[in-house]
Every structure is written in structure tokens, then in C-alpha cells.
């Protein structure tokens, strides 16, 4: 079994856990690296110690400064944990997931969080939760968060607990549209992803490849066309053998016809519609026209959606994304604003 599938079925005993998301914050990470430098030393001392009578004294006394002055430091590599931090969800971020996340956020979460999640109509920006940083938390903490409520350090209720109202399923799903809807925002308002944001799968009906869901694309760049379906769509040939499959996600309106140059229709009603409107940072769910480029190893790459212009239509531009996606790993920026207080 591997080490994630154990740490996910056992509660996580200590209240701190180790991470690297500190390291993103350039300030901290000299920190850290100093630290290590000074533990090096701190062994290098020791050695001395050992080997060399005369300096033992000198020598222990300098790696015990060392190390005690910088042990602060080296916390740095752990951040609070809470016992379901490991946990996985059992999910998938399906589409179908997503949408039914959206239906339960809609009458439970939005009185705070607001219509769009950003907590306009709600309580407000401590409830806005399209801030890139929702994604630095494991999964297994927002679960932790929604199951037992957050609270203030002295024990005021900032959000109540979901444990005994919401199924544990709903609780995930919850959860993926969380991420969903913050994607969305993030990608809508800086441009870039906050994270590896995988695709969700739908089911497809495919007629030129041998696929039955967007999973099973994995290895070929993936262009998606959400709602109608542009005319004429531009081809693209293949980049480093790696061939464009196209599918089209009607937006659940219109009946799904066959079009010239799609490969793939989504099927299976409109949650995949759905997910992938959140995803292009729809906030009120209604289903945008917006196409997506996935790369081969099934994460999302590239959105566009109808209202960013020119860009939308020119092969020449769509040429050099497919190219990018396929060539180059996602690089994510650091969202080092995280400034709330649990
Ligand atoms: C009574 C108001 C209230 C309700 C209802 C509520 N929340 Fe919250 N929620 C809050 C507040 C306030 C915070 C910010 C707490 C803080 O400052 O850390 C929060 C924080 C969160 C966070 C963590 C955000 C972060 O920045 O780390 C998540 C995730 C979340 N809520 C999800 C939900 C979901 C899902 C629901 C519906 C099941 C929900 N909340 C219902 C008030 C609420």
C-alpha cells in the first residue's frame, strides 16, 4: 500500500506536519537555508569534537549555539495540521462532483460565503473564498474545517460545524467545488492556474478515438469547447506526436449534434457543462462559451472565454499554446498572500 493511502485511512496524531509551502516565500526560505547551513556546521563541530582532544570543549559548545539559535528556523518546515490533513478524497473532482457541491453550497454556504463565494451578500472578504491560497490547504484540512467548524483562538464560532448535517460525500464535494470555483476566479483574475488543477471527467461518446471519459485521453493534448460550438474550428497539427483531440460540452440547451472536427461530445446531462463553467469562472453557473486546452498528462492548462477578445479565435495563438502544453510543465506562481488567522 503506498505511504499517501496509509497516512489517508489514519487520523494524523500531532498538530503540526511537514511542508515545503513555507519554502515559497523567498524571505523564509534563506531562513531555512541558513538553518541548514548552520546544523551542517553545527555536525561539522561535533566531528571536530571527536577527533580532535583539544578543541572538544570548544567545539561541542559552538554546535550547541549553533543549533539552538537556529531550531526556530527549522520549524519553518512544519505547518499546523489537523488529524484528517492526510486524507484523500474519494472524488475524483468529477464533474459530477463539482455540480453536486454547487447545489448543496447554494442553500447551505452562501448566506456567509456569498452567491459567488467571494462573500459579497455574505460576511464579507474574511469569507472570500476565491483567494489563490485555498489550494495550499490538503484537501483533508478544508475537510477537517467543514466538518468541525472554525473558530476564533479564544472560541468564538467563526463557521459552524457540517459533521452531523452533511454527509461525508457532500462534505467532498463541497470541496471540489470550492477548489473549482476558486480556480476559476484565480485563473479569471491573474491569468495564471493556483495550482495542478486536473481536468474533471465526463463521460464522452467519441467517433475518431477509442475514449469513453476525458481521463481517458491521458497522453494527447485536449482542447474543450464549452457551449456552441465555434465555426470553422481550427486544426491543429500534431507537436512532437502528440496529437489535438477536440471535444465539445454543449451547454446542455441544445441538442448535441455531430459537428465537423469534434472528436468527442460530452455526455451524461449537464454537470460536465457545469463543472467546467465554474472552472472558467462563471459565477453565477450559468454555462459561458469558453474553450480549455489540457495537457497530456490530464491537467488544465489554458482558458479562454468568450469576453477576453481576439485571442479566442486565432489559430496562429492556439498553435503556440498547444505547443506550450506540450512541451513545457505547468509552472505555478506562489500566491504568497496567505494572511488569515486559524
Ligand atoms: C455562519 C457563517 C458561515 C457558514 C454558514 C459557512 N461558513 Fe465557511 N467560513 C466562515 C468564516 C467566517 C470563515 C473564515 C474563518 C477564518 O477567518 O479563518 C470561513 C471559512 C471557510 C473555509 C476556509 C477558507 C480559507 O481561507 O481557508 C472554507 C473552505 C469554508 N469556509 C467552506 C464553507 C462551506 C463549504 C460552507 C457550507 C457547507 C460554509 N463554509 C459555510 C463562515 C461560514
Same mark, same amino acid.
Given at each position: 500500500?503506498?505511504?499517501?493511502?496509509?497516512?489517508?485511512?489514519?487520523?494524523?496524531?500531532?498538530?503540526?506536519?511537514?511542508?515545503?509551502?513555507?519554502?515559497?516565500?523567498?524571505?523564509?526560505?534563506?531562513?531555512?537555508?541558513?538553518?541548514?547551513?548552520?546544523?551542517?556546521?553545527?555536525?561539522?563541530?561535533?566531528?571536530?569534537?571527536?577527533?580532535?582532544?583539544? /578543541? %572538544?570543549?570548544? !567545539?561541542?559548545?559552538? *554546535? &550547541?549555539?549553533? $543549533?539552538?539559535?537556529? #531550531?526556530?528556523?527549522?520549524?519553518? =518546515?512544519?505547518?499546523?495540521?489537523?488529524?484528517?490533513?492526510?486524507?484523500?478524497?474519494?472524488?475524483?473532482?468529477?464533474?459530477?462532483?463539482?455540480?453536486?457541491?454547487?447545489?448543496?453550497?447554494?442553500?447551505?454556504?452562501?448566506?456567509?460565503?456569498?452567491?459567488?463565494?467571494?462573500?459579497?451578500?455574505?460576511?464579507?472578504?474574511?469569507?472570500?473564498?476565491?483567494?489563490?491560497?485555498?489550494?495550499?490547504?490538503?484537501?483533508?484540512?478544508?475537510?477537517?474545517?467543514?466538518?468541525?467548524?472554525?473558530?476564533?483562538?479564544?472560541?468564538?464560532?467563526?463557521?459552524?460545524?457540517?459533521?452531523?448535517?452533511?454527509?461525508?460525500?457532500?462534505?467532498?464535494?463541497?470541496?471540489?467545488?470550492?477548489?473549482?470555483?476558486?480556480?476559476?476566479?484565480?485563473?479569471?483574475?491573474?491569468?495564471?492556474?493556483? /495550482? %495542478?488543477?486536473? !481536468?474533471?471527467?465526463? *463521460? &464522452?461518446?467519441? $467517433?475518431?478515438?477509442? #475514449?469513453?471519459?476525458?481521463?481517458? =485521453?491521458?497522453?494527447?493534448?485536449?482542447?474543450?469547447?464549452?457551449?456552441?460550438?465555434?465555426?470553422?474550428?481550427?486544426?491543429?497539427?500534431?507537436?512532437?506526436?502528440?496529437?489535438?483531440?477536440?471535444?465539445?460540452?454543449?451547454?446542455?440547451?441544445?441538442?448535441?449534434?455531430?459537428?465537423?472536427?469534434?472528436?468527442?461530445?460530452?455526455?451524461?446531462?449537464?454537470?460536465?457543462?457545469?463543472?467546467?463553467?465554474?472552472?472558467?469562472?462563471?459565477?453565477?453557473?450559468?454555462?459561458?462559451?469558453?474553450?480549455?486546452?489540457?495537457?497530456?498528462?490530464?491537467?488544465?492548462?489554458?482558458?479562454?472565454?468568450?469576453?477576453?477578445?481576439?485571442?479566442?479565435?486565432?489559430?496562429?495563438?492556439?498553435?503556440?499554446?498547444?505547443?506550450?502544453?506540450?512541451?513545457?510543465?505547468?509552472?505555478?506562481?506562489?500566491?504568497?498572500?496567505?494572511?488569515?488567522?486559524?
Amino acid at each position: 500500500m503506498p505511504l499517501s493511502s496509509v497516512l489517508s485511512a489514519m487520523p494524523w496524531p500531532f498538530p503540526v506536519r511537514p511542508s515545503l509551502d513555507n519554502l515559497a516565500d523567498p524571505e523564509l526560505r534563506r531562513l531555512v537555508a541558513m538553518a541548514l547551513l548552520a546544523f551542517g556546521f553545527a555536525i561539522l563541530f561535533l566531528t571536530i569534537a571527536f577527533t580532535v582532544r583539544r /578543541a %572538544r570543549i570548544a !567545539a561541542v559548545l559552538a *554546535a &550547541l549555539v549553533l $543549533a539552538f539559535l537556529q #531550531a526556530p528556523s527549522l520549524g519553518l =518546515l512544519f505547518v499546523p495540521a489537523t488529524p484528517t490533513s492526510f486524507r484523500q478524497s474519494p472524488t475524483g473532482f468529477s464533474a459530477a462532483s463539482i455540480a453536486s457541491g454547487r447545489t448543496v453550497f447554494a442553500t447551505t454556504c452562501v448566506p456567509c460565503h456569498g452567491k459567488a463565494g467571494d462573500g459579497v451578500g455574505g460576511l464579507g472578504q474574511v469569507t472570500d473564498l476565491r483567494r489563490p491560497h485555498i489550494w495550499t490547504h490538503p484537501v483533508g484540512d478544508l475537510f477537517w474545517d467543514i466538518s468541525h467548524g472554525i473558530n476564533e483562538p479564544d472560541g468564538t464560532a467563526l463557521m459552524p460545524a457540517f459533521e452531523t448535517m452533511l454527509s461525508e460525500q457532500t462534505r467532498w464535494s463541497l470541496i471540489d467545488y470550492v477548489r473549482a470555483l476558486n480556480a476559476g476566479a484565480v485563473t479569471r483574475g491573474r491569468g495564471g492556474w493556483p /495550482a %495542478r488543477v486536473l !481536468a474533471p471527467s465526463i *463521460a &464522452l461518446t467519441c $467517433a475518431s478515438v477509442v #475514449a469513453h471519459t476525458i481521463a481517458d =485521453l491521458r497522453g494527447k493534448a485536449v482542447r474543450v469547447i464549452l457551449g456552441a460550438p465555434p465555426v470553422p474550428l481550427a486544426s491543429v497539427p500534431p507537436v512532437n506526436g502528440i496529437a489535438l483531440v477536440t471535444v465539445w460540452l454543449p451547454d446542455g440547451q441544445t441538442e448535441a449534434a455531430p459537428v465537423p472536427g469534434m472528436d468527442c461530445v460530452a455526455q451524461g446531462g449537464t454537470d460536465g457543462a457545469l463543472a467546467y463553467a465554474v472552472l472558467a469562472g462563471s459565477a453565477d453557473g450559468q454555462v459561458i462559451p469558453a474553450r480549455f486546452l489540457i495537457d497530456p498528462e490530464g491537467v488544465l492548462r489554458s482558458v479562454w472565454r468568450k469576453d477576453d477578445g481576439d485571442e479566442w479565435a486565432d489559430p496562429g495563438r492556439l498553435l503556440e499554446e498547444v505547443r506550450t502544453i506540450c512541451t513545457e510543465p505547468l509552472t505555478i506562481g506562489t500566491g504568497a498572500e496567505h494572511e488569515h488567522h486559524h
